[in-house]
Protein backbone atom coordinates (compact mmCIF):
# COMPACT_ATOMS: atom_id res chain seq x y z
CA UNK A 1 0.00 0.00 0.00
CA UNK A 2 0.98 3.65 -0.93
CA UNK A 3 3.12 5.01 2.34
CA UNK A 4 2.06 8.30 1.83
CA UNK A 5 -2.16 7.27 1.57
CA UNK A 6 -3.02 8.37 5.46
CA UNK A 7 -1.14 11.43 5.10
CA UNK A 8 -3.10 12.39 1.78
CA UNK A 9 -6.01 11.46 3.19
CA UNK A 10 -5.59 13.25 6.90
CA UNK A 11 -4.23 16.56 5.15
CA UNK A 12 -7.13 16.15 2.97
CA UNK A 13 -9.62 15.61 5.33
CA UNK A 14 -8.41 18.85 7.56
CA UNK A 15 -9.08 21.00 4.67
CA UNK A 16 -12.93 19.08 4.09
CA UNK A 17 -13.11 20.03 7.89
CA UNK A 18 -12.35 23.48 6.92
CA UNK A 19 -15.17 23.35 3.96
CA UNK A 20 -18.21 21.71 7.06
CA UNK A 21 -17.47 24.58 9.39
CA UNK A 22 -18.27 27.18 6.32
CA UNK A 23 -21.44 24.86 5.80
CA UNK A 24 -22.45 24.80 9.19
CA UNK A 25 -21.47 28.54 9.43
CA UNK A 26 -23.74 29.14 6.63
CA UNK A 27 -26.53 27.55 7.67
CA UNK A 28 -27.16 28.80 11.10
CA UNK A 29 -26.31 32.43 10.29
CA UNK A 30 -28.61 35.48 8.98
CA UNK A 31 -26.14 36.81 6.67
CA UNK A 32 -27.17 35.22 3.01
CA UNK A 33 -28.61 38.30 1.60
CA UNK A 34 -28.93 42.21 2.91
CA UNK A 35 -31.66 44.58 1.47
CA UNK A 36 -32.42 48.09 1.22
CA UNK A 37 -35.65 50.18 0.39
CA UNK A 38 -35.68 53.52 -0.85
CA UNK A 39 -34.74 55.94 0.83
CA UNK A 40 -37.55 59.03 0.66
CA UNK A 41 -36.32 61.56 3.44
CA UNK A 42 -32.82 62.05 4.92
CA UNK A 43 -32.64 62.97 8.74
CA UNK A 44 -35.13 60.53 9.33
CA UNK A 45 -34.97 56.45 10.26
CA UNK A 46 -35.34 53.64 7.65
CA UNK A 47 -35.39 50.24 7.48
CA UNK A 48 -32.89 48.32 6.28
CA UNK A 49 -33.01 44.06 6.13
CA UNK A 50 -30.76 41.07 5.89
CA UNK A 51 -31.71 37.63 6.32
CA UNK A 52 -31.05 33.85 6.18
CA UNK A 53 -32.19 30.29 5.90
CA UNK A 54 -34.51 30.58 8.75
CA UNK A 55 -34.81 34.35 10.15
CA UNK A 56 -35.33 38.19 9.19
CA UNK A 57 -33.70 40.99 10.95
CA UNK A 58 -34.64 44.14 10.43
CA UNK A 59 -32.30 46.95 11.36
CA UNK A 60 -33.65 50.99 11.52
CA UNK A 61 -31.07 52.90 10.45
CA UNK A 62 -30.67 56.77 11.30
CA UNK A 63 -29.66 58.20 7.60
CA UNK A 64 -28.54 61.49 7.08
CA UNK A 65 -27.74 63.11 3.39
CA UNK A 66 -25.02 61.75 1.71
CA UNK A 67 -25.08 62.68 -1.50
CA UNK A 68 -27.29 62.02 -4.62
CA UNK A 69 -26.26 58.74 -5.11
CA UNK A 70 -27.32 57.07 -1.74
CA UNK A 71 -30.73 55.96 -2.77
CA UNK A 72 -30.88 52.71 -0.57
CA UNK A 73 -31.22 52.56 3.39
CA UNK A 74 -27.58 51.45 5.04
CA UNK A 75 -25.16 50.19 4.55
CA UNK A 76 -26.19 47.61 7.12
CA UNK A 77 -23.06 48.38 9.61
CA UNK A 78 -24.38 51.56 10.18
CA UNK A 79 -25.60 51.38 14.04
CA UNK A 80 -29.03 51.05 14.63
CA UNK A 81 -31.76 49.00 16.60
CA UNK A 82 -31.58 45.67 16.00
CA UNK A 83 -34.91 42.91 15.62
CA UNK A 84 -34.66 39.58 14.65
CA UNK A 85 -37.87 37.11 14.07
CA UNK A 86 -38.30 33.54 12.54
CA UNK A 87 -39.54 33.25 8.82
CA UNK A 88 -43.79 32.61 10.28
CA UNK A 89 -43.64 29.56 7.48
CA UNK A 90 -41.04 28.27 10.30
CA UNK A 91 -42.93 29.39 13.10
CA UNK A 92 -46.38 30.20 12.83
CA UNK A 93 -46.54 31.89 15.86
CA UNK A 94 -43.78 34.70 15.25
CA UNK A 95 -44.67 37.55 12.29
CA UNK A 96 -42.77 38.93 9.54
CA UNK A 97 -45.22 40.66 7.59
CA UNK A 98 -42.28 43.39 6.31
CA UNK A 99 -40.93 40.06 4.21
CA UNK A 100 -44.02 37.94 4.07
CA UNK A 101 -45.59 40.13 1.38
CA UNK A 102 -42.03 39.66 -0.50
CA UNK A 103 -40.75 36.77 0.15
CA UNK A 104 -40.97 33.14 -1.93
CA UNK A 105 -42.46 30.57 0.69
CA UNK A 106 -41.39 27.86 -1.39
CA UNK A 107 -37.97 29.24 -2.34
CA UNK A 108 -37.22 29.63 0.98
CA UNK A 109 -38.13 26.50 2.92
CA UNK A 110 -36.25 24.34 -0.52
CA UNK A 111 -33.54 26.63 0.28
CA UNK A 112 -33.42 25.40 4.11
CA UNK A 113 -34.65 21.44 2.77
CA UNK A 114 -31.76 21.15 0.91
CA UNK A 115 -29.24 23.03 3.44
CA UNK A 116 -29.97 20.16 6.33
CA UNK A 117 -29.73 17.51 3.20
CA UNK A 118 -26.21 18.87 2.86
CA UNK A 119 -25.34 18.97 6.88
CA UNK A 120 -26.53 15.32 7.16
CA UNK A 121 -24.19 14.51 4.13
CA UNK A 122 -21.25 16.32 5.24
CA UNK A 123 -21.92 14.47 9.20
CA UNK A 124 -22.15 10.74 7.77
CA UNK A 125 -18.93 11.40 5.72
CA UNK A 126 -17.06 12.55 8.50
CA UNK A 127 -18.10 9.70 10.53
CA UNK A 128 -16.89 7.39 7.40
CA UNK A 129 -13.52 8.73 7.57
CA UNK A 130 -13.03 8.76 11.69
CA UNK A 131 -14.28 5.05 11.15
CA UNK A 132 -11.84 4.58 8.80
CA UNK A 133 -9.06 5.84 10.93
CA UNK A 134 -10.05 4.16 14.18
CA UNK A 135 -10.25 0.72 12.44
CA UNK A 136 -8.11 0.90 9.46
CA UNK A 137 -11.27 0.27 7.48
CA UNK A 138 -9.49 1.82 3.86
CA UNK A 139 -13.13 0.90 2.32
CA UNK A 140 -14.64 3.49 4.07
CA UNK A 141 -13.30 6.42 2.30
CA UNK A 142 -15.30 5.78 -0.87
CA UNK A 143 -18.29 6.57 0.36
CA UNK A 144 -17.46 9.11 2.70
CA UNK A 145 -16.21 11.10 -0.76
CA UNK A 146 -19.17 10.52 -2.19
CA UNK A 147 -20.95 11.96 0.74
CA UNK A 148 -18.75 15.25 0.70
CA UNK A 149 -19.58 15.63 -3.02
CA UNK A 150 -23.16 15.29 -2.51
CA UNK A 151 -22.82 18.00 0.24
CA UNK A 152 -21.02 20.44 -1.39
CA UNK A 153 -23.73 19.99 -4.71
CA UNK A 154 -26.81 20.12 -2.22
CA UNK A 155 -24.98 23.61 -0.59
CA UNK A 156 -24.12 25.40 -4.25
CA UNK A 157 -27.85 24.25 -4.97
CA UNK A 158 -29.67 25.96 -2.23
CA UNK A 159 -27.42 28.72 -2.87
CA UNK A 160 -28.92 29.33 -6.33
CA UNK A 161 -32.46 28.58 -4.67
CA UNK A 162 -31.58 31.53 -2.12
CA UNK A 163 -29.94 33.18 -5.28
CA UNK A 164 -33.56 33.03 -7.11
CA UNK A 165 -35.38 33.99 -4.24
CA UNK A 166 -33.91 37.35 -4.20
CA UNK A 167 -34.06 38.06 -7.66
CA UNK A 168 -37.65 37.63 -7.74
CA UNK A 169 -37.92 39.53 -4.55
CA UNK A 170 -36.46 42.70 -5.97
CA UNK A 171 -37.99 42.26 -9.10
CA UNK A 172 -41.78 41.89 -7.50
CA UNK A 173 -43.95 44.93 -8.22
CA UNK A 174 -45.19 44.77 -4.48
CA UNK A 175 -41.66 44.55 -3.20
CA UNK A 176 -40.26 48.31 -0.67
CA UNK A 177 -36.78 46.70 -1.75
CA UNK A 178 -34.66 48.29 -4.38
CA UNK A 179 -31.03 47.47 -3.31
CA UNK A 180 -29.64 43.81 -2.31
CA UNK A 181 -26.18 42.32 -1.91
CA UNK A 182 -24.98 39.34 -0.84
CA UNK A 183 -23.21 38.88 2.62
CA UNK A 184 -20.54 36.91 4.50
CA UNK A 185 -22.60 34.25 5.09
CA UNK A 186 -23.45 33.50 1.33
CA UNK A 187 -19.66 33.90 0.67
CA UNK A 188 -19.14 30.76 3.05
CA UNK A 189 -21.92 28.75 1.66
CA UNK A 190 -20.09 29.14 -2.19
CA UNK A 191 -16.54 28.04 -0.53
CA UNK A 192 -17.79 25.48 1.25
CA UNK A 193 -19.35 24.06 -2.00
CA UNK A 194 -15.43 24.53 -3.52
CA UNK A 195 -13.45 22.71 -0.86
CA UNK A 196 -16.42 19.85 -0.26
CA UNK A 197 -16.97 19.17 -3.87
CA UNK A 198 -12.97 19.47 -4.78
CA UNK A 199 -11.83 17.69 -1.45
CA UNK A 200 -14.72 14.96 -1.88
CA UNK A 201 -13.16 14.10 -5.64
CA UNK A 202 -9.32 14.30 -3.89
CA UNK A 203 -10.85 11.61 -1.49
CA UNK A 204 -11.99 9.60 -3.68
CA UNK A 205 -9.09 9.08 -6.26
CA UNK A 206 -7.05 8.62 -2.96
CA UNK A 207 -9.02 6.14 -2.08
CA UNK A 208 -9.29 4.28 -6.00
CA UNK A 209 -6.83 1.51 -6.05
CA UNK A 210 -3.28 2.00 -6.96
CA UNK A 211 -2.97 2.00 -11.03
CA UNK A 212 -0.02 -0.50 -12.44
CA UNK A 213 2.91 1.92 -12.48
CA UNK A 214 4.55 -0.58 -15.23
CA UNK A 215 3.64 -1.92 -18.67
CA UNK A 216 3.79 -5.11 -17.56
CA UNK A 217 2.20 -4.90 -14.20
CA UNK A 218 -1.41 -5.83 -14.17
CA UNK A 219 -4.23 -4.54 -11.70
CA UNK A 220 -4.24 -8.15 -10.86
CA UNK A 221 -0.35 -7.71 -9.65
CA UNK A 222 -0.52 -4.40 -8.18
CA UNK A 223 -0.56 -4.42 -3.96
CA UNK A 224 -3.66 -5.10 -2.78
CA UNK A 225 -5.13 -2.76 0.02
CA UNK A 226 -5.47 -4.04 3.22
Not at 120 to 145: H, N, Q
Request: overall charge neutral; aromatic content about 12%.
Amino acid sequence: MDQSKPLKVRLTFSVILVGVSLLFAAVVTDHWAVLSPRVEEYNATCEAAHFGLWRLCIKRIFMQEQGPKVKGCGPISLPGEHNCSYFKHFTPGQSSEIFEVTTQKEYSISAAAIAIFSIGFAIIGTICVLLSFTKKRDYLLKPASMFYTFAGLCIIISVEVMRQSVKRMIDSEETVWIEYSYSWSFACACASFVLLFICGITLLLIALPRFPQNPWETCMDAEPEH
